[in-house]
């Protein structure tokens, strides 16, 4: 039997998505407060970075996948305008939902759909961009979902990876300190699940750090891969384009 991590717990290949799923089905109703709360906002504004650096044009189509509540494809929508489309996708439902609810009470209306990263249903070269924040850490087999956005994508198109990565030397005491002891306390008091959060804090240990992930986008079909640090190296953008 194939094993692969959840956290820092081994589990079978076959069940990571489930227990992924999980865990997100736990937080999904306060996924955002809890967002805003354990980065002190700053994920809005790495996020705006990554909207910046996706220069999107009007008319493009994109992929936002791991969409979640829909920060990303909200502001995508906003760039490519009516002739263009944004694509929502995640493969947790209830995460999706309220992603969807939130579009919608913004008066913006996307396709909408659950799909594993890892067999997306849709045809080769069709997106200029695609994109996935902080979900392909989530991911039972990162190559294969990597191989995948590389397929859709049209020549020179590209791929943005918004992702918690390695944090500089200096900052590690206080960074583990942080996620190992603050961070599931808050989950606790916030979302009453102080579990998913212990999870996420040892999801990014697992997680490979911003030359490894260049690395394995290189050998997933990206001719050109370069990263931007964020925050000290707690998130990376990586962005690589298709040959």
Known sequence: ??????????VAEEDKARHVRSVFDSVASKYDVMNDLMSGGLHRAWKAYTVMVANLREGDQVLDIAGGTGDLSLAFAKKVGSTGRVV???????MLRVGRERLINQGVVLPTAVCDAEHLPFPDDHFDLVSVAFGLRNMTHKDAALREMC???KPRGRLLVLEFSRIAKPLEKAYDWYSFQVLPRLG???AGDDASYRYLAESIRMHPGQE????????????????????????ALHVGIKC
């Open 1 to 10: 039997m194939s094993t692969t991590h959840f956290g820092f717990q081994s």
């Open 88 to 94: 929502h996708t995640d493969i947790n439902e209830a």
């Open 151 to 153: 397929r859709v994508l």
């Open 188 to 190: 606790k008091l916030v």
């Open 212 to 235: 490894e992930l260049k690395s394995l986008m290189q050998q997933s079909g990206f001719g050109h891969v370069d990263y931007h640090n964020m925050t000290g190296g707690i998130v």
